[in-house]
T-cell receptor, first 110, second 116 residues
Framework: QKEVEQNSGPLSVPEGAIASLNCTYSDRGSQSFFWYRQYSGKSPELIMFIYSNGDKEDGRFTAQLNKASQYVSLLIRDSQPSDSATYLCAVTNGNEKLTFGTGTRLTIIP | DAGVIQSPRHEVTEMGQEVTLRCKPISGHDYLFWYRQTMMRGLELLIYFNNNVPIDDSGMPEDRFSAKMPNASFSTLKIQPSEPRDSAVYFC??????????????FGQGTRLTVV
């Protein structure tokens, strides 16, 4: 079992709709959770992080964490073509080891 | 700060040659990570350092790979001898912990390695 798992996609969402990206992790000791966005040919960049159970909102983005079920999700409201990218879920354990999932490729259809 | 700086941006080498990738982290960051990214395996953590000390190298694929961090502003990843299956994009990232909380990792632009 991989430490961090994501559906590779591609996930196609119409412009203006909500895109929902999911991630599960295997280490119950994981403490911090991150969503990175990576455009083709570019390096990953942080969108959001979440430490506590529940929802965290930042603009059009909402991160959701459920430690009991070991999943974290990212919702993107009012999806724009510029949101088309690969979204990487990452988690850290107590030793700050940052482990990534393989990413979900998201395409926003105009 | 100029961000995490990696060199070279592109490297093409012949199988069996030694390859050295370089990274300059963001000043003040005390964690440095080396990742390898391929289509098949995604972003894999190879090794990471804390205050220049290697903490976890369990991701280093084999003895052909080695990494060093002689000081807080410089790290290298060396592959000797290189093989075609080492072809990938290698990222360096740095980060720091503030008040016990882990903060984001900033990535360099990556080195695209092609071994022919």
């Amino acid at each position: 079992q991989k430490e961090v798992e994501q559906n590779s996609g591609p996930l196609s969402v119409p412009e203006g709709a909500i895109a929902s990206l999911n991630c599960t992790y295997s280490d119950r000791g994981s403490q911090s959770f991150f969503w990175y966005r990576q455009y083709s040919g570019k390096s990953p960049e942080l969108i959001m992080f979440i430490y506590s159970n529940g929802d965290k909102e930042d603009g059009r983005f909402t991160a959701q964490l459920n430690k009991a079920s070991q999943y974290v999700s990212l919702l993107i409201r009012d999806s724009q073509p510029s949101d088309s990218a690969t979204y990487l879920c990452a988690v850290t354990n107590g030793n700050e080891k940052l482990t990534f999932g393989t990413g979900t490729r998201l395409t926003i259809i105009p | 700060d100029a961000g995490v700086i990696q060199s070279p941006r592109h490297e093409v080498t012949e199988m069996g040659q030694e390859v050295t990738l370089r990274c300059k982290p963001i000043s003040g960051h005390d964690y440095l990570f080396w990742y390898r990214q391929t289509m098949m395996r995604g972003l894999e953590l190879l090794i990471y350092f804390n205050n220049n000390v290697p903490i976890d190298d369990s991701g280093m694929p084999e003895d052909r790979f080695s990494a060093k961090m002689p000081n807080a502003s410089f790290s290298t990843l060396k592959i000797q001898p290189s093989e075609p299956r080492d072809s990938a994009v290698y990222f360096c990232a740095s980060s720091w912990v503030v008040l016990g909380a882990y903060t984001e990792a900033f990535f360099g632009q990556g080195t695209r390695l092609t071994v022919v």
